[in-house]
């Protein structure tokens, strides 16, 4: 964890990419709504204000630490359908805490809106910013991962993220064998075409470096 709960926060404040060009701008509006609603109650622990919609195309939310930072991402991929830039920023709030996160303001927004312009212009994935020298390695690494992510086929994404969610071990692939009735040998084969095992070791490194 960085820092203290009272003291230092995580903002995450994402934008869709060409979003003028994806179609009816309500729909999606209400595609990334879903997703933030599931995403708001899988991590209703780590969350102290909740994920939104903001600038009609975008959202932002607020956790306690950089805990469940890389599972949150995962998730977001996972449910919001669209490709998207986040800027993740870290520090703290010269506001009263509040529910809403558009109510509040301080270091940790700045930090987050940042990062996110640098990233758009910059046409990668993610930008963190926690005002640190190791800033610029956990951008780069994590833009690595991302892309790697980005690039997986419907039915990668569906097999690693799920063998994700159930513990990445050998259960997980049995599972993963009886849920999408293929065999043992499939599971492993799109873990390793998705390079997840390769992925995972980059997440680890840089949640100790995070932690």
């Known amino acids: 964890m960085i820092g203290t ?21 309500a729909e999606i509006q209400e595609g990334v709504k879903g997703a933030l609603a599931v995403v708001n109650e899988r991590f209703a622990g780590a969350i102290s204000a909740k994920f939104m919609i903001v600038g009609g195309d975008g959202f932002q ?14 998730s977001l991929f996972e449910h919001i359908g669209y490709r998207f830039y986040v800027g993740i920023g870290t520090g703290g709030i ?19 809106s940042d990062a ?23 951008t780069s690494s994590w833009n690595l991962m991302a892309d790697a992510i980005w690039n997986w086929s419907e ?30 040998r ?12 390769l992925l995972r070791s980059v997440e680890d490194a840089l949640e100790e470096v995070l932690n």
């Open 94 to 112: 010269s506001t009263n805490m509040s529910e809403n996160v558009g109510e509040m303001d301080g270091e940790v927004f700045h930090r987050s």
């Open 155 to 184: 039915r990668q994404k569906e097999i690693i993220l799920y063998y994700r969610r159930h513990g990445e071990g050998r259960d997980a692939v049995i599972s993963a064998s009886q849920n999408f009735g293929i065999g043992e």
């Open 61 to 74: 939310g607020m956790l306690y630490s950089t805990e469940s930072l890389f599972d949150l991402y995962y």
């Open 5 to 25: 709960q009272q003291e230092v926060y995580v903002v995450l404040t994402g934008d869709l990419k060409s979003s003028r060009k994806l179609g009816e701008r």
């Open 116 to 138: 996110l312009g640098m990233v758009k212009r910059k046409r990668g994935w993610v930008a963190f910013d926690s005002g640190r020298k190791l800033d610029g390695v956990i």
């Open 186 to 197: 499939s599971i492993y084969k799109t873990l390793r075409t998705g390079r997840y095992h």
